[in-house]
């Protein structure tokens, strides 16, 4: 359940047998869930890997991805999708928000990449909260040179449950130099009004739309005439789930500006 609220709406989630069988957190209930993301927050126990977006020419945007992934004292590694669930239904997903913004600027002062851009996945949780961005904006402020680096990624579905409350928070980035993306875009029914108002710097496709695109002419028009729209209005246009050479080319012929997945890069350690 807590898998799928952090879905789009009417969004479902199949549990296997096997992942089940495979996961020994599966039979933990809310309190020891509450313990361990404590645990993880106290002791930071969070990993960070990396997964670049290729520019599709020179004149185009892109940076790298962010993920997370969370262990347990004893080194097991918890599954990330029920962690960050379970954060949210806890209420402690803003804490785990700051922790990974925090290790991010730690990661990129101790290896110099001050000259690289790096995306952040932000909850929509975080992204309407004031103490949250209040907390976000000092922070981007007093990090000034590396606050022009990031951009942050927030889900379609999640900035239109509060149009108002993603339009300040936008609107701070922005002040502090940093941009936003608008991932898995295509989901829901969003008018174009909707991002002229946020005016993100970047759409992320859902991947629905990305893959087999060689074979999906209804996709294939779909994407041509959100990049033309995008474009018009000075946003930038990334696909996901980029899994073969023929995708990719596909997608560089519809004018998209970078790919993602699997076959430009998995994601990694630094």
């Known amino acids: 359940m807590s898998l799928a609220q952090t879905k789009h709406v ?48 020179r ?3 892109a940076y790298t ?20 669930a379970m954060a949210e ?6 804490d785990i928000d700051r922790m990974i913004i925090e290790k991010v600027f730690d ?10 851009f790096f995306g952040i996945n932000i909850s929509p949780t975080s992204a309407h909260d004031d103490q949250f961005m209040i907390w976000l904006e000092r922070r981007l402020l007093k990090e000034a040179n590396l606050a022009t680096k990031l951009i942050f990624e ?18 701070m980035l922005h002040r502090a130099g940093s941009r936003v993306t608008v991932e898995k875009f295509g989901v829901g029914i969003t008018s174009f009004k909707f991002f002229q108002e946020l005016k993100p710097d970047f759409i992320k496709l859902d991947g629905s739309y990305t893959r087999d695109i060689a074979d999906q002419k209804n996709n294939q028009y779909f994407i041509r005439m959100i990049v033309d729209l995008s474009h018009r209005i000075g946003v930038n246009v990334l696909a996901e789930c980029v899994e ?24 990694a350690a630094l």
Not at 66 to 84: I, M, N, W
Not at 245 to 267: A, M, N, R, S
Request: aromatic residues 10%; positive net charge; charged residues 20%.
């Open 89 to 94: 239904k806890l209420n402690r997903v803003v």
């Open 154 to 171: 927030i889900s379609e579905y999640g900035l239109q449950q509060n149009v108002n409350s993603s339009r300040r928070f936008i609107d």
């Open 244 to 267: 073969t050479q023929e995708e990719k080319h596909v997608l560089e012929k519809l004018f998209v500006d970078g790919c993602q997945g699997y076959y430009i890069g998995k994601p």
């Open 59 to 61: 004149s185009s945007k």
């Open 107 to 116: 990661v990129i002062k101790t290896k110099n990449m001050a000259d690289k």
């Open 10 to 57: 009417n969004a479902w989630h199949i549990q296997k047998d096997s992942n089940l069988q495979q996961n020994s957190t599966s039979a933990f209930g809310n309190q020891n869930w509450r313990n361990i993301i404590d645990d993880v927050i106290k002791q930071s126990s969070v990993t960070l890997l990396f997964q670049p977006i290729n520019a599709a020419n």
């Open 65 to 84: 991805e962010v993920y997370s992934r969370f262990k347990l004292e004893d080194g097991q590694v918890l599954p990330t999708a029920s962690f960050l």
